[in-house]
Every structure is written in C-alpha cells, then in structure tokens.
T-cell receptor
Framework: GAVVSQHPSRVICKSGTSVKIECRSL??????MFWYRQFPKQSLMLMATSNEGSKATYEQGVEKDKFLINHASLTLSTLTVTSAHPEDSSFYIC?????????FGPGTRLTVT | GNSVTQMEGPVTLSEEAFLTINCTYTATGYPSLFWYVQYPGEGLQLLLK?????DKGSNKGFEATYRKETTSFHLEKGSVQVSDSAVYFCALSLSNDYKLSFGAGTTVTVRA
C-alpha cells in the first residue's frame, strides 16, 4: 500500500507555455501533499505544502504565482508551472503524507526549451 | 534553521564490502531522522528511521543510530549487494509539521 503516482513522467515544453503535473495517492487519502524540486546532483528542496481544500503554503523564495498548486481532492494535487522558462527545467517530486510518514512519487522531468 | 549534511559521493564498492555513509544534522528542537533510498528510475522510499536519541533504525541489513551527542545518524551495512546500488538521502523532520529537510544525497554503486 501507500503508492503515489505522478503524471507525466517526462515533459518538454516551449518557453512561455504552462505545464501541469499531477500527483495522485492511489490507495490512500492524503490531506497533505508536498512538492519538491531536485536539481542535478543536488538535494530535494521543498517548494510547498499542499493541503486539501485550502491554499498551499509556499517555502521562502518560491514564487506562488509561478508555481500554482491545487489540492482539489484527497487523492490529487497538481502543480502548474506557468509561463515556463529554461531555468524552470528540473526534476519535480511530490509526496503524500499518511500517518505522519511521506510516500514519494517517481518524479517528473521537466525540460523547457 | 534545520539542515542535513551527508557524505558526498559517489561511492563505489565491491560486493560484500562494508558501507558507511556519514550524516550529521543541525536542528532546533528534537527531530526525527530518516534515511531514504532512490533506486534507478524509482521514487524515494523510506529505508529506516529513528525518532529519538539512541534509537536504532534498521531495515534490509542497513542500520543507523540516532546520536544526539554528535548530532549524527550514520548509515551502515556490513555486506552490500549489487542491488543496493542507489542514491541514499539522509533527512530530518520536526514532528509538528512533518516537513522533510534532505541532505544532498550519496550515490552508491556496488560492483559484482
């Protein structure tokens, strides 16, 4: 149990367009999900905490208007990268919390050309 | 603030060798400590954890002991296998918000 999926696994988009990444908890309900960003050979950096039915809480330095997070149901959170630029290219990882433990999705590789 | 420092890799070992990955932390309060593993092409998985000083977490032959006096949580395995090749992340969280702070990750490659 405790499986988290992400879709898509890879996406390439043109500069200026928006991209939506989905994070789903497949076999449990998660009131809290987290979004991370991972640069090559670097650690995961927490971007925001997504709470079902309320606004996301963003970490310092993360642009909330650029990285839109919607946690519309207990099994789905979405991250939309708006007006993407090449510097937004990265590996985005979500996790879903259950009983105080986080379960991670496999990640989404975003490349902005 | 909270931070985690772990040994830089990459680490390359032969099968049956002893593995140690050092991890130290800085935290306000009393964090829980974790080791996560990321196998090629997969998401992070919890390997083991410890929630208070002197606790020992263990799983799949890996062990780590929460040392408050040295603020450390070093990961060890006595005899590694090729299937242990992965990236290992040390992390901490404070119980009030469950947010995780990660170390940089250590890539381990085990050769047959």
């Amino acid at each position: 149990g405790a499986v988290v999926s992400q879709h898509p696994s890879r996406v390439i988009c043109k500069s200026g367009t928006s991209v939506k990444i989905e994070c789903r908890s497949l076999d449990f309900q998660a009131t809290t999900m987290f979004w991370y960003r991972q640069f090559p050979k670097q650690s995961l950096m927490l971007m925001a905490t997504s709470n079902e039915g309320s606004k996301a809480t963003y970490e310092q330095g993360v642009e909330k208007d650029k990285f839109l997070i919607n946690h519309a149901s207990l099994t789905l959170s979405t991250l939309t990268v708006t007006s993407a630029h090449p510097e937004d290219s990265s590996f985005y990882i979500c996790s879903a919390s259950r009983s105080g433990e986080q379960y991670f999705g496999p990640g989404t590789r975003l490349t902005v050309t | 603030g909270n931070s985690v420092t772990q040994m830089e890799g990459p680490v390359t070992l032969s099968e049956e060798a002893f593995l140690t990955i050092n991890c130290t932390y800085t935290a306000t309060g009393y964090p829980s400590l974790f080791w996560y593993v990321q196998y090629p092409g997969e998401g992070l998985q919890l390997l083991l954890k410890a929630t208070k000083a002197d606790d020992k977490g263990s799983n799949k032959g890996f062990e780590a002991t929460y040392r408050k006096e040295t603020t450390s949580f070093h990961l060890e395995k006595g005899s590694v296998q090729v299937s242990d090749s992965a990236v290992y992340f040390c992390a901490l969280s404070l119980s009030n918000d469950y947010k995780l702070s990660f170390g940089a990750g250590t890539t381990v490659t085990v050769r047959a």
